[in-house]
Nanobody
C-alpha cells in the first residue's frame, strides 16, 4: 500500500501561484510514477500532469502546459505541483496519484493509489 497526502491548496487570485505537495508513505516511492489530476465542480476528474519514477520525464495536459510544473524529490518521498498564472478555470479539487507504469499514471482508471485531494480556488 501507498498512502498519499496532499497539501498546499487554498484560495488565490487570478494570476497568482500555489505550490501543492503530495507526501507518500508505505512502499518505495521511487518505484512509482506520479501524477496530478483535478476535478472541477460538477465535472469529471481530469489528468493534469505526470512524472516518471526517476523524474526524468514529464507530461502535461495542454490546458496547463507552460504554467504548471511537476517535480519530485525521491529522498523526501514527495511530489510537487507548482502552479503559476492561475486562472479561475483551474478551480478544482487536486489529487495526486501513483502507478507502477508511467503510461498508466496519465489515466484515472489505471492509477493504483490516490490521495484525498486538496481544494484550489482561483478568484477572478
Amino acid at each position: 500500500q501507498v498512502q498519499l497526502v496532499e497539501s498546499g491548496g487554498g484560495l488565490v487570485q487570478a494570476g497568482g501561484s500555489l505550490r501543492l505537495s503530495c507526501a507518500a508513505s508505505g512502499r518505495t516511492f521511487s518505484n512509482y510514477a506520479m501524477g496530478w489530476f483535478r476535478q472541477p465542480p460538477g465535472k469529471e476528474r481530469e489528468f493534469v500532469t505526470a512524472i516518471s519514477r526517476s523524474g526524468g520525464s514529464t507530461y502535461y495536459a495542454d490546458s496547463v502546459k507552460g504554467r504548471f510544473t511537476i517535480s519530485r524529490d525521491n529522498a523526501k518521498n514527495t511530489v510537487y505541483l507548482q502552479m503559476n498564472s492561475l486562472k479561475p478555470e483551474d478551480t478544482a479539487v487536486y489529487y495526486c496519484a501513483a502507478a507502477r507504469a508511467y503510461v498508466d499514471v496519465t489515466t484515472t482508471s489505471r492509477c493504483d493509489y490516490w490521495g484525498q485531494g486538496t481544494q484550489v480556488t482561483v478568484s477572478s
